[in-house]
């Protein structure tokens, strides 16, 4: 029986509240500017930010290739959690944290991948796209402090 696969975790401090935090994630036009890797645009098609809510969006790297995703949200928790099933290939959990701290808010990243074999393969790209994330949502909170 194969062990469950070690999530790729990343955290990030982030001078706001995590309401505010939450609002980043929780509105779809503001999780579009932010969502993705450095360079990449989105171009959303559904996005129903409630449990069992459909996302479906595709992503444009600055390659000038698209990347189709669909996800569904399987946990929301406001303002404190968002579990995000990605359910096209590669299959992962994604899972989201808000925790108050001094600073703000800690962001808690948390990415399982469904195969370990294929998480491995693509580490080298998924552990700076992690980090690169939390950077764009440290940026559109900065753009929009107070949550829009």
């Not at 062990?3 to 609002?23: D, G, K």
């Not at 579009?32 to 459909?54: D, H, K, L, M, V």
């Not at 370990?116 to 900065?142: C, F, G, K, W, Y």
């Amino acid at each position: 029986m194969e062990s469950q696969p070690t999530p790729f975790r990343t955290s990030r401090e982030i001078p706001a509240s995590p309401e505010q935090v939450f609002a980043a994630i929780s509105d779809p036009q503001r999780l579009a500017r932010w969502w993705g890797p450095a360079g990449f645009t989105n171009t959303f098609g559904t996005c129903e930010f409630a449990p069992g809510g459909r996302w479906s969006f595709v992503m444009h790297g600055p390659d000038g290739k698209s990347y189709p995703n669909e996800n569904v949200f399987a946990e929301i928790d406001p303002p404190t959690k968002v579990v995000v099933r990605h359910a096209s290939e590669p299959r992962f959990l994604l899972t989201v944290t808000l925790a108050s701290s001094a600073g703000g808010t800690t962001v808690s990243w948390a990415q399982a991948f469904d195969d370990a074999e294929t998480a491995r393969r693509i580490e080298h790209i998924v552990v700076p796209a992690n980090d690169q994330n939390l950077d764009r949502l440290s940026a559109e909170e900065m753009r929009e402090p107070g949550g829009g």
